[in-house]
T-cell receptor, first 110, second 115 residues
Framework: RKEVEQDPGPFNVPEGATVAFNCTYS??????FFWYRQDCRKEPKLLMS???SGNEDGRFTAQLNRASQYISLLIRDSKLSDSATYLC???????????FGAGTRLTVKP | EPEVTQTPSHQVTQMGQEVILRCVPI?????FYWYRQILGQKVEFLVS????????KSEIFDDQFSVERPDGSNFTLKIRSTKLEDSAMYFC?????????????FGPGTRLLVL
């Protein structure tokens, strides 16, 4: 089983749509969880950390289910500028070394 | 806002040659990382570095790779004898602390092509 697994997509949605991405991780001892965003040929940029209680940042909501080893990201009212690859990231243990999923590609169309 | 910088942005080299990739982290970062991303694949952890020594490395980071912070500012990744499969984007990242929730800030990357 892959350390971090994501549906690669692509997700093609119209502006204003709500879209949800899922991610599972294999190491039950994983400590921290993040969603990063990566634009084509650019570096990953932190979108948000993910907490057990769930957290929201504007149009973005992240959820963590430790029992199921499952992370989600919900984007509401999607914008053209949301088009990117969304990377699920997990820190597997004591160090802050991050493990990335392969990413889910989102294209928001007018 | 301070940024992580990396040089060169692109490098083309012949198989078997040595390359050094350079990173200038944000000034008060203490923890440093190298990641790579082969075209079309996921970002992969290579190595983490703190207090002038390696704190963790992946199975990718074999004897051909080394890191150092020679002057307290630059953070370098050296590949001693490049192979075709080393062709990838190499990202440097830094963090203020090593706590698990600490945000890592990535540089723009160096695209390495080995011919």
């Amino acid at each position: 089983r892959k350390e971090v697994e994501q549906d690669p997509g692509p997700f093609n949605v119209p502006e204003g749509a709500t879209v949800a991405f899922n991610c599972t991780y294999s190491n039950s001892a994983s400590q921290s969880f993040f969603w990063y965003r990566q634009d084509c040929r650019k570096e990953p940029k932190l979108l948000m950390s993910v907490y057990s209680s769930g957290n929201e940042d504007g149009r973005f909501t992240a959820q963590l289910n430790r029992a199921s080893q499952y992370i989600s990201l919900l984007i509401r009212d999607s914008k053209l500028s949301d088009s990117a690859t969304y990377l699920c990231v997990v820190t597997p243990g004591a160090n802050n070394d991050m493990r990335f999923g392969a990413g889910t590609r989102l294209t928001v169309k007018p | 806002e301070p940024e992580v910088t990396q040089t060169p942005s692109h490098q083309v080299t012949q198989m078997g040659q040595e390359v050094i990739l350079r990173c200038v982290p944000i000034s008060n970062h203490l923890y440093f990382y190298w990641y790579r991303q082969i075209l079309g694949q996921k970002v992969e952890f290579l190595v983490s570095f703190y207090n002038n020594e390696i704190s963790e490395k992946s199975e990718i980071f074999d004897d051909q790779f080394s890191v150092e912070r020679p002057d307290g500012s630059n953070f370098t990744l050296k590949i001693r004898s490049t192979k075709l499969e080393d062709s990838a984007m190499y990202f440097c990242a830094g963090a203020y602390g090593g706590r698990l929730s600490e945000t890592q800030y990535f540089g723009p990357g160096t695209r390495l092509l080995v011919l």
